[in-house]
C-alpha cells in the first residue's frame, strides 16, 4: 500500500493547487524495473515542505541513499523572483558554477521547458559527475527532472531519459 502511495506521488508529483507534470516512465525500461519491483528501499521522498516536493529514485545501486544512476523529481511552487525558465537555467548553472568548474549544454529548448545537461568531473560538491535534466514551468507551480549519474550513461541510456523528458507535460 505504501508504494502505491509513492507512486502516485511521483506520477503526479505536485505542490498544493497547482499543476501536475506526466511522463511516460515505460520510456526507460530499469526505471519501469524499479518501479514494478516494489523494493521501497529505492525510493526517498520529501514532502517536508508542501511547496517544494522532491523525489528520488534508484535506477542502478543498492538503496535511494546509495546509487550510481537515479531520477529526481522536484516540484517546487513559482519562485516570485525568477521570471521563466531561462531565469532558473541562469540561477542553476551559477549556482553550480560556484560549487565548482561544470559544463553546460542545453539540449532542447521551447517556452515553457528547456532540457540540459551538466558535467562536473572531479567535483565533490556535486552529487554526481553528469546530470541530465529538464526544467519545465507552469503558471502555478515549476518542475525539475534529473537524471543524475556518478559514472557513465551510455548512449541507449542517455535516448531513452531524452525520450522520456520529451514525453513530460504539464495537466
Not at 21 to 40: K, N, S, T
Not at 101 to 124: G, K, M, W
Not at 135 to 150: A, D, E, H, M
Request: charged share 25%; with cysteine.
Amino acid at each position: 500500500m505504501k508504494l502505491q502511495f509513492i507512486l502516485l506521488i511521483l506520477l503526479y508529483a505536485t505542490p498544493v493547487c497547482a499543476e501536475r507534470m506526466e511522463f511516460d516512465h515505460r520510456l526507460y525500461p530499469p526505471l519501469q524495473a524499479v518501479l514494478d519491483g516494489g523494493d521501497e528501499n529505492m525510493i526517498e521522498s520529501d514532502s517536508g515542505n508542501p511547496e517544494r516536493l522532491v523525489d528520488l529514485i534508484a535506477i542502478r545501486g543498492r538503496s535511494a541513499q546509495s546509487w550510481t544512476e537515479a531520477l529526481e523529481i522536484l516540484s517546487i511552487a513559482r519562485p516570485r523572483d525568477v521570471k521563466d525558465t531561462n531565469g532558473w537555467l541562469a540561477l542553476l548553472q551559477s549556482q553550480a558554477q560556484g560549487r565548482c568548474a561544470a559544463t553546460f549544454e542545453i539540449l532542447s529548448h521551447d517556452a515553457n521547458s528547456v532540457t540540459y545537461q551538466r558535467i562536473s568531473p572531479h567535483c565533490p560538491a556535486e552529487r554526481a559527475t553528469f546530470g541530465l535534466y529538464r526544467l519545465i514551468t507552469g503558471k502555478r507551480s515549476w518542475f525539475q527532472l534529473s537524471v543524475l549519474v556518478k559514472d557513465d550513461l551510455d548512449v541507449t541510456s542517455r535516448h531513452k531519459w531524452l525520450a522520456l523528458f520529451a514525453s513530460a507535460y504539464l495537466k
